[in-house]
């Protein structure tokens, strides 16, 4: 039960921060997008994205897949792009 409890620490710590950058940033984006002359509102929500992406650790040039397909497929439905 320890080990589960220490990954706890970690795991759900860095979801919740996770969920308040990713809140932060739509609601930055939707600001931007349905109000004039909201640059601070963009730079808010881009960075609270870059917060986000460092929450899954990615590098700036890794993209998160979606779809399942392999690398150089469209839409993962197998087919070449």
């Given amino acids: 039960m320890l080990l589960v409890q220490k990954i706890f620490y970690f795991h759900l710590a860095t979801w ?3 969920a308040v950058a990713v809140s932060v940033c739509a609601i ?10 909201e640059r ?3 730079r ?12 899954l650790h990615l ?4 993209r ?3 779809g399942g ?13």
Avoid: C, H, W
Wanted: charged share 20%.
């Fill in 28 to 37: 930055g984006s939707a600001m931007y997008l349905f109000k004039e002359n």
């Fill in 44 to 55: 808010v929500a881009f960075a609270a994205a870059e917060t986000g992406r460092g929450l």
């Fill in 59 to 62: 590098r700036p040039d890794q």
């Fill in 16 to 18: 919740m921060a996770l």
């Fill in 69 to 81: 397909g392999r690398p150089g497929a469209s839409g993962g439905n197998g087919t070449p792009s």
């Fill in 40 to 42: 601070r509102a963009d």
């Fill in 64 to 66: 998160i897949a979606v």
